[in-house]
């Protein structure tokens, strides 16, 4: 039958639907407003029925439990089914064309049987639903029960008369609306975000599925005045769902092509409400959906493993500290890196340089937009698989401790997300280690590793003076880099031509940990040594041994009876990788060389002072005062004094009276108080040999610690005279702040002024020194400038104001003339700003710190050296225990079961045992000094062939070939031998 076959009904469908829902409505309104004592009583009565059968009810449908989850489930299901046939039954054919309404046949009609079944659901779960609720009310004015009234009782209407009504059925679609938490309580969709943005999409799309079933309702009914007497209308449409779908998207994307559009006045007036309403929605759902889109492909997305391992890289993550990283853990020679992802967690999303370092990196590195706090987050970049957390620092954050808690609360983080996850993290403040302990499961002494900022760079520093050029040697070995093809700098005229290529093939040796050959087994230490160095070029550093899961590191040990097991792991400074496998796979066949070189040694290294075998005393190296002096004397700028007689005149400690502390690491002294210990501008005493320490800072900087600087300056490993006056220039705010934790160290002076005063530099004897180091405390909590090249102005501009200055020749003819002649490191937050501190270099401004002229002369420090020994403690968690022995950081760091009191120190030439070696090689020097004193050369401090009113310049020059020759002025960068347990009388 036609559309028309039968008489029109909708008025019966629809009071189904009205007249039920607002009659309840009314019925609760009253009860809840007259609230009369008859309704009181019929509650009393009811109330026990009630509770017990809405507990039963709120336990059934609530989301917390399965039976709740699956019923919701189900639910959604049947609504978009019961939408689908809904718009079926709007399509028009030529065998059944109809409008909204039609009659008979439905009781063999397959799709109007399911159509019933799923209301049925839907009736009883909204009974379920009813009792369950706690205020009928608020329940019967929710969109999902007006819904269920809009649609259910239609079709049982239908059922009753044989008669079928489109009616409000498109209202199922509304249903989408609570797809979200549906899928949140799945936990199909696991990401916040993801589930914020489909709500606004899901309202556009229900927006548009809606709109188009009341313009089909009303275009195709007609108005309801203007019906003919057969209750056919005059003026009505022909349309189908698609055809008012596409009416509504042209109408909400304001196209308005004209082809559709209403003709009826209920039509019409619908639109005009839709219009106003439903393009402002329209509007602001639109720009949300793009906007995130956009993001989410690029950082909102979910890391996808396409290598076999990954590491998350999370905290404060900058340009700099992500370029050091990744050029450091891509290295050709990271093997370990090859088939590894470096996947970035961030608040913030890149900047445009960030940008292109990752596209450089592309895909070995990924970003993502996120919180390490959020176990959401970190799913989303699988931290469950990675291999390790990496956590760094923000190294010129205003705020270090703020800095340092948002780190710790990112450990916990990652901890509580999954307790066996090694953590690598970096921390500013040396205090703040003591917070490690509260953080679960975190395992410093195991497989998690923390490197303290300032605690590693001050210490970096205090080695630097004692041994100029040692933060350079130092970066050369850890961090992994390869010459550049062009060099970046070069000098003027006049000096030679050779330098460069020295400085950066001894750059290029880095650190590398490799398993030593079984054939090695029962080998003393300088045997191996010897080997490895004559046979294939490596430099044996020490040896990590261990036995019943406990792992030990020896560094250049000393004891004659001290001999390699079978599993030992060396750690070599090597050119390549690949030449350590040497070492790796060295066969037995070649293990007849042992006895060869059993009989070169004869056990001289018993004692950590030895003799030399024509029976005469060799000085011992830690006697030895290196004071950049030394080349000013052979330069000629100063009078012509001999080494011997410049060192002897420099000033000596008296240690009679000192202790030690409680860890016996390093001297100390009765407290002193500040009044007592700060130089007047009155005095005239004249310092020789001292260290004069620059601190920029105010009453609102932050402490940078400046007893991490002078515990390795009073080490118990140091000798009376290699223990030099300090003299710390400052702001009395500050070094007042400072002085309760360095009050106790000997020999201490403060000036409080400024560094870039030169009467302050000038009362500091700053021309005398052995070594003036400018640092810049840890940015002002209040004050300070957002950009970033502004973070070492102070320092930058002391190193200036003492490179222009210039010194009365003295009668004793000691010390320099020129303030360029002065010895100094400059500690840099920012590396660019390298380029400032010499204004007569070449240096390209694009070139990395490590490449500048500057860090090549050991004047430059950086955080940056930081970021570029994470990839080496990745790769071995012993790194982390032999920088902290060569750095001398104490038991935090190196371990108390480690052979402590390693050092570094510089020897001339031109003293025994090197003497003999100027114009030789520096192979045969390696070997001979390795064999009678165990000294382990590691590099050269090399100077320059200036011209006469040339600066006096040195350069670091990392292990040098064997056939290298040698220079009479050259320092000797050696490892001396390390004792075990050492004692007071033969440290000293």
Known sequence: STSMACERRWYYFLTASVTPYFGVLVFFLLLRLLWVWKARKLQTAGRAITLRSATVARHVVSLKCPTGKIMAAVGMLFSLGSFVVYVRETIRTAADPFLVERCGGLYSDGWFIVDVIFNMYFLAYFVLRFIAATDKVVFWIKVSTIIDFATVPPIIVSLALNQLWLGLRFLRAMRLLELPKLLETWKVVKSRKVLQTLEPMLSLVTLWLVGAGFIHLLENTGDPWEFGKDG???????????????????????????????????????????????????????????????????????????????????????????????????????????????????????????????RYYTPEAE???????????????????????????????????????????????????????????????????????????????????????????????????????????????????????QLPFSFSAGVEENWKDNYFQGSGHDFYPARLSPAFTGMTFPQVVEMCYTKWGLVLLGIETGHDGETKVHVNPSRADFVVTDGSKGFFLAQDKDDTESATYFTNEESFLKNAMRMTFT???????????????????????????????????????????????????????????????????NFVQFEDAV?????????????????????????????????????????????????????????????????????????????????DLFLASVNTCSMCVFLNAAGSKESGSSDVYLIDKECVLGTLTLKTMTFAQRSDNRGVVRGIDVPVLTDLGNDSNVQFLDQTDEDDPNASLFETQAFALGNAVSSSIVDSTVSSIYADSNAMTLLGMLLNLGGDSAGSTQDLYCR??????????????????YGDMFVSVLQSDGFLCLGLYRRFQPQADSPLRRYVITSPRYEFRLKSDDLIFVLLPSPAEPEMSTIW
């Open 232 to 358: 056919s209308p005059y003026i009505h449409q022909d349309w189908n769902y698609f055809e008012t779908l596409y009416m509504i998207a042209v109408t909400m994307s304001t196209v308005g092509y004209g082809d559709y559009f209403a003709i009826t006045y209920l039509g019409r007036i619908f639109m005009i409400f839709f219009i106003v309403g439903g393009l402002a929605l329209f509007a602001s759902y639109v720009p949300a959906i793009v906007d995130y889109i956009g993001q989410r492909n690029k950082y909102a997305g979910i890391y996808k493993r396409v290598t076999k391992h990954h590491i998350v890289v999370c905290g404060h993550v900058t340009t700099t500290s992500m370029e050091t990283f990744l050029q450091d853990f891509f290295h050709e020679d990271r093997v370990e890196s090859g088939n590894t992802t470096v996947v970035f967690l961030d608040n913030d999303q890149p900047d445009p340089k960030m940008k292109s370092v990752l």
């Open 367 to 485: 970003y993502y937009q996120g919180s390490a706090l959020s176990s959401e987050d970190l799913g989303r970049v699988q931290l469950s698989s990675a291999s390790a957390c990496i956590i760094l620092a923000d190294k010129n954050s205003p705020d270090p401790d703020q800095e340092d808690s948002e780190n710790l609360m990112r450990a916990v983080a990652v901890k509580n997300y999954l307790p066996n996850m090694r953590i690598i993290m970096q921390m500013l403040l040396q205090k703040n280690k003591r917070l490690l302990k509260s953080i679960p499961n975190f395992e410093p002494d195991k497989s998690d590793d923390v490197i303290c900022v300032s605690e590693f760079k001050l210490s970096l520093i205090a080695q630097s003076c004692l041994c100029p050029g040692f933060s350079t040697l130092l970066a050369n070995i850890v961090g992994i880099r390869s010459a550049p093809e």
């Open 603 to 669: 056990g001289k290294r018993q004692k950590f002072a030895l003799n030399r075998e024509d029976g005469t005393s060799s000085q011992n190296p830690a006697f030895v005062m290196m004071n950049p002096m030394v080349a000013a004397t052979e330069s000629g700028n100063v009078s012509g004094q001999n080494v011997e007689d410049l060192a002897a005149e420099v000033d000596v400690i008296n240690l009679d009276d000192a202790g030690l502390d409680a860890t016996r690491s390093y001297y100390q002294q």
């Open 679 to 759: 130089l007047k501008p009155t005095e005239s005493v004249v310092h020789y040999g001292h260290i004069v320490v620059c601190v920029f800072g105010d009453e609102n900087s932050t402490l940078i610690g400046l007893q991490n600087l002078l515990i390795p300056l009073r080490s118990v490993s140091l000798q009376p005279s290699e223990i030099k006056q300090v003299i710390i220039i400052g702001s009395e705010s500050y070094l007042q702040r400072e002085w309760p934790n360095i009050g106790q160290f000997n020999w201490v002076n403060v000036i409080c002024g400024s560094a870039l005063e030169k009467e």
């Open 904 to 921: 570094i120190v510089q020897k001339p030439l031109t003293e025994a045992p090197f003497n003999t070696f100027r114009g030789g090689s």
